[in-house]
């Protein structure tokens, strides 16, 4: 059964630390790997990956998927408390479709 | 920025009752979805709709559900006969091309009585 792992489930850090955020998958016919942040209400999209190896920036915020190794991590640098959110890892099948196939997600608290 | 817009924000229903939850994806996209979050779950596939038919559908997604694009702007989930089970949070998306990230709205929180 296809499957999407995210690790830690969650996690508290002081402003201005750096993390790193883990998803790793077992899907078939995989297209590409996205991350959202959710607040309060609305997924919000960060970065989509298709290939492997090539960090995507925005910001604090970096992303890179190892398709060997079938995982990929989602790093925050210099954290402040609008940082604080659950981030939510989603495969996106191939096919005109795309549907989504989900983590669980990680729930980051950043404390001042 | 556009964005995907959901109403009701929060709908109370007695169980048995049908509810339709709104959506308006943003205008030029052309690929809309449902989802559906359980509480303390993951975010789960409901159904996919393009050029005006459903283009797939999970199991989640039997008779008891159903979707409708009635106009050029909105995009609706009936649910009749609602069950305790079906409370959750049902978000839509939408994207416009192949390649582009979907977009959600804020979602429909339903609790079912």
């Known amino acids: 059964e296809d499957k999407v792992v995210q690790s830690p489930l969650s996690l508290v850090v002081h402003e201005g630390d750096t993390v790193t955020l883990n998803c790793s998958y077992e899907?078939?016919?995989?297209?590409?790997l996205l991350w959202y942040k959710q607040e309060k209400k609305a997924p919000t999209f960060l970065f989509m990956l298709?290939?492997s190896g090539i960090e995507k920036k925005s910001g604090r915020l970096s992303s890179i998927l190892d398709k060997k190794e079938l995982f990929s991590i989602l790093n925050i640098t210099a954290t402040q408390t609008g940082d604080s959110a659950i981030y939510l890892c989603?495969?996106?099948?191939?096919?005109?479709?795309?549907?989504?196939?989900w983590g669980l997600g990680t729930s980051l608290a950043v404390n001042p | 920025e556009p964005e995907v817009t959901q109403t009701p924000s929060h709908q109370v229903t007695q169980m048995g009752q049908e509810v339709i939850l709104r959506c308006v994806p943003i205008?030029?996209?052309?690929?809309f979805y449902w989802y559906r979050q359980i509480l303390g779950q993951k975010v789960e596939f409901l159904v996919s709709?393009?050029?005006?038919?459903?283009?797939?559908k999970s199991e989640i997604f039997d008779d008891q559900f159903s979707v409708e694009r009635p106009d050029g702007s909105n995009f609706t989930l009936k649910i009749r006969s609602t069950k305790l089970e079906d409370s959750a949070m049902y978000f839509c998306?939408?994207?416009?091309?192949?390649?582009?990230?979907?977009?959600f709205g804020d979602g429909t929180r339903l609790s079912i009585l």
């Open positions: 709709f393009y050029n005006n038919e459903i283009s797939e």
């Open positions: 989603a495969v996106q099948y191939a096919g005109n479709n795309r549907k989504l196939i």
């Open positions: 298709t290939s």
């Open positions: 205008s030029n996209h052309l690929y």
């Open positions: 998306a939408s994207r416009w091309q192949v390649n582009q990230p979907q977009h």
């Open positions: 899907v078939t016919n995989f297209r590409s």
